[in-house]
């Protein structure tokens, strides 16, 4: 039987991630993956960075500072992040920018109707500057765009303001469209801060340690791994930090005993004038 070929291949990838102004540090190192057709996978980090990372790579969105990615089918950007939008113009001319380059032809009014009712907005808010609209409202533009096309692999970043269980009536028509997307197609979730919709939606999961996949399995037991690891990192931090307190507070009560050595030898020493 010939072996069905993988939809995503990740071969000996590494990437490095800025933050602040001279920190940086690895996301993930020499790492090797393939995601076939149909699977569904979340992807679990005892760092949220470094999941955010591994997804951005996959989905081609970020490039990585060595190794490859290959897509052998389409693949979409991380839904609920578009950091392609302008603030400047519109959110009808953001969408209209979306569907003219992902529709299908003859889609783009339809897709644009679909984001805009997706994004919970009135025509008149539609055609306002994306940068007066409320923040709550952005996030959800972002997440309406990223559901009105169709792609073979559906990337989940980290997604904010609906939450998949809820059952208002607007939050079930974003899980309808949501789930429409994502039958009979490949799905890799960001875990981080969505367990839930990871877990719900995911068969298989990633545990991100250290930057190598430690286990691939069970989401549920990816979940667990990777809250354990949190922890220890905490607690190995503390304990950096307690130690540098410590050395310190020791040196300062060492310079501050110095001081009344000298003091009192001063003192003695005038007190020997004196007489």
Not at 41 to 48: C, H, Q, V
Request: hydrophobic residues 40%; proline residues 3%.
């Amino acid at each position: 039987m010939q072996q069905p070929e993988a939809v995503l291949e990740m071969r000996g990838a590494s990437k490095w991630v800025v933050e602040g102004v001279n920190h940086s540090y690895r996301a993930f190192s020499d790492l090797s993956l393939e995601v076939f057709a149909g699977e569904r996978i979340g992807i679990f980090a005892a760092n949220g960075f470094e999941a955010k990372a591994l997804l951005a790579c996959l989905s081609g969105v970020e490039p990585l500072d060595a190794g490859t990615v290959e897509h052998n089918a389409s693949v979409s950007w991380p839904l609920g992040t578009n950091d392609a939008f302008l603030g400047k113009l519109s959110g009808y001319v953001n969408a209209r920018f979306a569907a003219e380059v992902y529709s299908q032809p003859g889609q783009i009014d339809e897709d644009i109707r679909l984001i805009r009712e997706l994004a919970g907005v009135d025509e008149s808010m539609f055609h306002e500057p994306l940068a007066d609209w409320p923040s709550a409202l952005r996030d959800s533009l972002k997440l309406a765009v990223s559901l009105a096309f169709e792609f073979d692999v559906v990337m989940v970043g980290r997604i904010g303001g609906w939450s998949h269980r809820a059952i208002h009536p607007h939050s079930v028509r974003i899980r309808q469209c949501f789930e429409q997307r994502i039958e009979g197609r490949t799905l890799i979730v960001c875990g981080n801060g969505q367990t839930d919709l990871a877990i719900d939606y995911c068969e298989e999961g990633l545990a991100l340690v250290d930057g190598k996949i430690l286990y691939r399995g069970d989401p549920e037991v990816c979940m667990e791994m990777v809250k354990e690891e949190s922890k220890r990192q905490k607690e190995r931090r503390r304990e950096r930090v307690s130690k540098r307190v410590a050395k310190l507070v020791g040196s300062d009560e060492l310079d501050d005993s110095e001081s009344d050595d000298s003091l009192e030898s001063s003192v003695s020493d005038d007190t020997l004038v004196l007489r």
